[in-house]
């Protein structure tokens, strides 16, 4: 079982361009979160996915960012015209269920750098 | 408005000592749950309690709860320097909330000298 797998681990973007961060969850997971984390901060939720369905970007800024869960592939976190405030490491996350005790099993986390 | 809130930010302690770390919250809980990150790495849950609970035990670690005082405590026992990482608190939104969405402190960093 190799858990939750993201990748790039690390990526470089200048100001402008387009970010895409990829997230399988755990095997027989369908319950997808990301989670963002700024140097001597706490995870910050951004969104919750199922297959095929947001269910709660309240965390997600309404510009530029964008999540997807397709029915088939990887979770895509999706951050269009980076600015130098994007740079933090950005980590998925999936569970079993989406109630109850969530327990959450984390990705290693892409760690994101816009010049 | 931010739940989990842990203290101290930084512990540094010899090897075989014990390490407690508090987390305080704001709002009412289903569960709180304590999570560690080694460096550069994802977070790894521990250990959850449940809010009818008081104390549960894992291991090495022990965790209390006090829903009245809205405070949590996480001890490590006979330290190692393997343990060396930084450790959160997350809690859910408790009744009437969404219990899926965790809100994490900014972590104690817990540096165990060999």
């Known amino acids: 079982n190799a858990g939750v797998m993201q990748n790039p681990r690390h990526l470089v973007r200048r100001r402008g361009q387009e970010a895409r961060l990829r997230c399988s969850p755990m095997k027989g997971h369908s319950h997808v979160y990301w989670y963002r984390q700024l140097p001597e901060e706490g995870l910050k939720f951004m969104v919750y996915?199922?297959?095929?369905?947001?269910?709660?970007e309240s965390g997600m800024p309404k510009e530029r960012f964008s999540a997807e869960f397709p029915k088939e592939g990887p979770s895509i976190l999706r951050i269009q015209q980076v600015v130098r405030g994007d740079s933090a490491a950005y980590f998925c996350a999936s569970s079993l269920t989406g109630v109850g005790a969530n327990v959450l099993t984390f990705g290693a986390g892409s760690r994101l750098t816009v010049l | 408005s931010q739940q989990g809130e842990e203290d101290p930010q930084a512990l540094s302690i010899q090897e075989g000592e014990n390490a407690t770390m508090n987390c305080s919250y704001k709002?009412?809980?289903?569960?709180l749950q304590w999570y560690r990150q080694n460096s550069g790495r994802g977070l790894v849950h521990l250990i959850l309690i449940r809010s009818n609970e008081r104390e549960k035990h894992s291991g090495r670690l022990r965790v209390t709860l006090d829903t009245s005082k809205k405070s949590s405590s996480l001890l490590i026992t006979a330290s190692r320097a393997a343990d060396t990482a930084s450790y959160f608190c997350?809690?859910?939104?408790?009744?009437?909330?969404?219990?899926?969405?965790?809100?994490f402190g900014k972590g104690t960093l817990l540096t165990v000298n060999p």
């Open positions: 709002t009412s809980i289903n569960n």
């Open positions: 997350a809690t859910d939104a408790g009744s009437g909330g969404s219990n899926y969405k965790l809100t």
């Open positions: 996915l199922q297959k095929e369905n947001i269910i709660d």
